[in-house]
């Protein structure tokens, strides 16, 4: 059982620029050094996957970048073009909440690449499972722009490249991140040969929807599926979401290959997100969507980083999945565990199993209309 772990020193330079999200210093505003997309939570589980011995044993990938033709698969030229305008003129705003500097556009191809590498590396039998370790993030990312971080959309591409040059007829994405996989929705809405399951808080970004509603467009109805869950939610609510919901729709759609969006920002400590989960929570959800992956698709599975912004628990909950992705159990203690079951929040409310349920009806009927 190898795992292939790709990631590029590259990415870790991809610079947002000096200031926190959307607020330009001004006013009553005091500057701010840093953009919270900064390179600090993925360098650091980045550190603690080469201390801890794990990186040695797991199947170092060669990164590469993503072509412009790959790009133009799902995204268009126009789009294509200005990203690399901005980065050419010195960088700025590519969209809403996508600043880029000067090195933009090479940090971005290298990025959409870096996923490109895994899903080659999993689909030639190298390895069974891949992980890649990259910024920007992409599943904000749609066709004709760029949006909250992310400059392309890297899942995305990740399952048409095993489409285009694999012949796959059926590709899964799993997107945990706390915000809604809008771009990658706005990729394949009208396709059937993905299917997308996001389960996000629900109006955690207020730029985007991601209602249970949006099932997609024409011939792609019923193939897209938001679970949007409240916050407050801990492992108990995405354990029954995951169970009642994701696993089913998984095993009757049947996939040839499982990529997971696998942002960390529904961690408890996030400054972005106000969900609970924590290492355990991480390591159930990894197990539950490769056990999809082994009945199905040879056990196929390929995992992109997405967000995730505190600097202190992501690399313990990227070390929880990495662990548990490769069987490989290090001496690394996380020092979170010890709080899971002393949290109230990680048990299934009641509030939150009705809401479950009432999503797991919903989305049955609508696998009965479409599928």
């Not at 790709?6 to 330079?13: A, K, L, P």
């Not at 995405?238 to 040839?256: G, M, N, T």
Request: charged content about 20%; proline content about 5%.
């Amino acid at each position: 059982m190898k795992t292939g772990f790709v990631t590029d020193e590259r990415c870790f330079w991809h610079d947002p620029g000096n200031y926190a999200l959307m607020l330009k210093p001004g006013g009553y505003i005091e500057p701010y050094n840093r953009h919270i997309e900064n390179p600090d939570p993925k360098r650091r589980l980045l550190n603690l996957v080469q201390v801890s011995g794990l990186a040695d044993q797991l199947t170092r990938l060669a990164s590469r970048d993503a072509s412009v033709d790959e790009l133009l698969w799902l995204h268009t030229q126009r789009h294509v073009a200005h990203v690399q305008a901005v980065a050419a003129s010195g960088g700025g705003e590519l969209g809403i909440g996508a600043p880029i500097s000067s090195n933009g556009w090479d940090c971005a191809l290298r990025s959409a690449g870096c996923g490109l590498a895994a899903v080659q590396a999993v689909m030639d039998g190298t390895v069974q499972h891949a992980y890649a370790l990259t910024r920007p993030p992409g599943h904000h990312a749609e066709p004709d722009r760029s949006m909250g971080f992310c400059v392309f959309a890297n899942a995305a591409l990740a399952a048409e490249y095993a489409i285009r040059h694999h012949g796959l007829q059926r590709v899964a994405i799993v997107d945990w991140d706390v915000h809604f996989g809008n771009g990658t929705q706005a990729c394949f809405e009208g396709r059937r040969d993905v299917l997308n399951i996001s389960v996000h808080q629900q109006a955690g970004y207020h730029q985007v929807t991601g209602e249970a509603d949006e099932i997609g467009t024409g011939a792609g109805q019923g193939y897209s599926l938001n679970v949007p869950l409240p916050p407050g939610c801990g492992f108990g609510a995405y354990r029954d979401a995951f169970e009642r919901i994701v696993v089913p729709a998984l095993d009757a759609f049947a996939p040839q290959l499982v990529i997971i969006a696998c942002g960390y920002d529904a961690g408890k400590f996030d400054p972005l997100g106000r969900m609970l989960l924590d290492d355990v929570a991480f390591r159930w959800l990894t197990q539950c969507v490769a056990d999809v992956a082994q009945r199905h698709a040879g056990g196929r599975l390929v995992l992109l980083h997405e967000g995730g912004y505190c600097p202190v628990s992501v690399p313990f909950w990227g070390m929880a999945v990495l662990e548990e992705l490769s069987g490989i159990h290090t001496d690394v203690v996380c020092p979170f565990t010890v709080q899971h079951d002393k949290t109230p929040g990680q048990r299934l409310a009641p509030e939150q199993q009705r809401l479950v349920t009432a999503l797991a009806a919903h989305f049955e009927s609508v696998r009965q209309l479409y599928w």
